[in-house]
Nanobody, 117 residues
Framework: QVQLVESGGDLVQPGGSLRLSCAAS????????MGWYRQAPGKERELVAELTSGGPTNYLDSVKGRFTMSRGNAKNTVYLQMNRLKPDDTAVYYC???????????WGQGTQVTVSS
C-alpha cells in the first residue's frame, strides 16, 4: 500500500486552468501505475488519466488535448495539469496508485474541482 495526498482543487471559471498535485509516501519509480480518477455528483467514477511505468500515458477521450499527467521533479509527486476547463469537468478528483500489476489500488482522499461562472 501507498499513502496519497491530493491538493490543488479549487473553483475556477470555464476556460480556466488548474494543476492538481499528488504526493505519494514512496518514490513514483517504485510504483507500477498511477492515475487520476474523478467522480461527479450522481455519476460513476471514471478514469481520467493513467501513467504506467515504462509505458504511455492514457487519457479519457473527453480530456485529451486539455489535460496532461506528469511526474514532478520531486521523486514522489505527480501532477494533473488541466486546461480549458469545462463545467462538465466538475468533480472530486482522486489520485490512485498500484504498486505492482497484481496489487490493489490505493486511493487518496480526493480534491474538489468546480468549474463555474
Amino acid at each position: 500500500q501507498v499513502q496519497l495526498v491530493e491538493s490543488g482543487g479549487d473553483l475556477v471559471q470555464p476556460g480556466g486552468s488548474l494543476r492538481l498535485s499528488c504526493a505519494a509516501s514512496r518514490s513514483i519509480s517504485s510504483i507500477f501505475t498511477m492515475g487520476w480518477y474523478r467522480q461527479a455528483p450522481g455519476k460513476e467514477r471514471e478514469l481520467v488519466a493513467e501513467l504506467t511505468s515504462g509505458g504511455p500515458t492514457n487519457y479519457l477521450d473527453s480530456v485529451k488535448g486539455r489535460f496532461t499527467m506528469s511526474r514532478g521533479n520531486a521523486k514522489n509527486t505527480v501532477y494533473l495539469q488541466m486546461n480549458r476547463l469545462k463545467p462538465d469537468d466538475t468533480a472530486v478528483y482522486y489520485c490512485t496508485a498500484r504498486i505492482t500489476v497484481v496489487s490493489s489500488i490505493s486511493w487518496g482522499q480526493g480534491t474538489q474541482v468546480t468549474v463555474s461562472s
